[in-house]
């Protein structure tokens, strides 16, 4: 089956569609674009167990953000590394036993020393470097994600006992372009080599484009970047791993002009795919059915709210009946949706080899 054939057949409940064939061929080009650098898919962008085997043999591991996500890839990929990060650790996340543990803050890393077991970790932190044009920051400034250098020392004068200091970890923002999270990677790295680390995880954040699916992150300029550095380096793509290989289908239930502007009621809505509320952005779309003449439309859903939209007043040709594919659904949607809101019938899915 193909994306095109679940598009011909879709009836009343929208679906998921993910193409394992698309993701196969785009991990491998991400791992062939970075040699030498390690790379942990992050789970929470889209933790389906069928995405996570087709990624599994591109990876060298898996970034886990909760005790949840720790035993979902444990019990899936039972001998893949997995590094658990997160900044609201429970006593319980704290006796797993990950390949790496992200230490988020000094009083984590005192409750991990009374821990029975070793465990090696990287400490996180949260640098003053800038990160303008990001679309969400998780460092450069005051917020709850890792260290800011004063936490880092006092780590530093912690560790012992069953804790074994590996390296840095920094994940300080996401939605840049390969030029940006290179000059971000500069200032991760000097730090790291400030306090001895041998070990640095970069984190993710690579950009995606959705106003513009063909503008993609340069895999390979970043991997030019990052060649030759000695220490141990690694990435922790979500987002611009498993974007592009997912599709959300929905049907046109109705067309009405209301005050003039021009809306497409659709089967299913952001309850089922929440990115674009999320991120504030028009989800790109592909419409199987007609070719009439093309004029603004707004894209909704049919929950009884105003927020419900996929897409504001950009230009389509829609008939009742059409199928509307909205793309770049395949990271940050399904899994980041409000499901029972209004008690809809649950999307489809289905998984394909292939577009057309
Ligand atoms: C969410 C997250 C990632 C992945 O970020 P993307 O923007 O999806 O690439 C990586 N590392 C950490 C610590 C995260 O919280």
């Given at each position: 089956m193909t994306l095109l054939g679940v598009a011909e057949r879709l009836g009343d409940v929208p679906a998921y569609v993910y193409d394992l064939a698309g993701l196969d061929a785009h991990a491998a080009a991400i791992r062939d674009a970075l040699p030498g650098i390690e790379i942990y898919y992050a789970v929470k962008a889209n933790p389906d167990p069928r995405l996570l085997r087709v990624i599994a043999p591109h990876v060298d591991g898996f970034e886990v953000s909760s005790g949840g996500e720790f035993a979902h890839v444990r019990s899936l990929l039972p001998d893949s590394r997995i590094a658990f990060g997160g900044p609201g650790k429970t006593d319980a996340d704290l006796t797993l036993t990950p390949h790496r543990l992200h230490v988020e803050s000094p009083n984590e890393l005192r409750r991990l020393l009374t821990r029975e077991h070793p465990v090696d970790v990287l400490l996180r932190a949260n640098l003053d470097v800038p990160v303008a044009g990001a679309a969400l920051a998780m460092g450069g400034g005051a917020t709850p994600f890792g260290m800011d250098p004063a936490g880092i020392r006092e780590c530093l004068e912690l560790v012992g006992g069953p804790v074994r200091l590996r390296g840095l970890h920094a994940h300080?923002?996401?939605?840049?372009d390969a030029p940006d999270l290179l000059k971000l990677a500069t200032a991760v790295i000097a730090y790291a080599r400030e306090i001895g680390a041998a070990e640095i995880n970069l984190g993710g954040g690579m950009a995606v484009d959705y106003q513009d699916p063909d503008h993609r992150f340069d895999w390979a300029a970043y991997g030019r970047g990052l060649a030759g550095t000695p220490e141990t380096l690694r990435i922790e793509p979500g987002r611009a791993m498993t974007a592009y290989c997912g599709w959300y289908l929905t049907k046109v239930l109705d067309l009405k002009r209301v005050h003039g502007e021009l809306f497409a009621i659709l089967t299913g809505g952001t309850h089922h795919l929440r990115t674009p509320v999320t991120k504030g952005h028009n989800q790109p779309f592909t419409v199987f059915g007609s070719s009439g003449a093309s004029e603004p439309v707004t894209l909704v859903g049919q929950l009884c709210t105003p927020k419900d939209v996929f897409a504001r007043q950009v230009p389509a040709a829609l008939a009742v009946g059409d199928v509307v594919a909205f793309e770049m659904a395949g990271a940050y949607a399904w899994n980041i949706s409000h499901h029972d809101f209004l008690m809809h019938p649950k999307p489809e899915f289905h998984y394909v080899s292939g577009i057309s």
């Open positions: 300080l923002a996401s939605g840049l």
